[in-house]
Nanobody
Framework: VQLQASGGGLVQAGESLRLSCTASGGTFSRYGMGWFRQAPGKEREFVALSRWTGQTNYADSVKGRFTLSRDNAKNTVYLQMNSLKHEDTAIYYC?????????????????????WGQGTQVTVSS
């Protein structure tokens, strides 16, 4: 499994960005796909996950501002980030939740994911 992320950049607070992550090497319509992020000096944290069942989960800090979508035909997941805040500044990593799919309580922990993209930097100036 390989993941290729893109779309990061430098924006001002209140602006928007869209991240993309394209996967290869598997049947991704049956996999969960999503994003974590890591700010300087902080642990990697959960952002959002689109589960293969169709359910999407978000971190409380991004609910209402970020939207995760996926195109299974393209093996791609998108993270639309609106109303960006300075505290959203981080390296964003896409992940794949390969079978057996994680139970709900497990999806929030980075240690449970085996496949990671290379990371894309998002910087929000205040």
């Amino acid at each position: 499994v390989q993941l290729q992320a893109s779309g990061g950049g430098l924006v001002q607070a209140g602006e928007s960005l869209r991240l993309s992550c394209t996967a290869s090497g598997g049947t991704f319509s049956r996999y969960g796909m999503g994003w974590f992020r890591q700010a300087p000096g902080k642990e990697r944290e959960f952002v959002a996950l689109s589960r293969w069942t169709g359910q999407t989960n978000y971190a409380d800090s991004v609910k209402g501002r970020f939207t995760l979508s996926r195109d299974n035909a393209k093996n791609t997941v998108y993270l639309q980030m609106n109303s960006l805040k300075h505290e959203d500044t981080a390296i964003y990593y896409c992940v794949v939740d390969t079978p057996p799919a994680k139970i709900q309580s497990e999806i929030y922990f980075a240690r449970g994911y085996d496949y990671w993209g290379q990371g894309t930097q998002v910087t929000v100036s205040s």
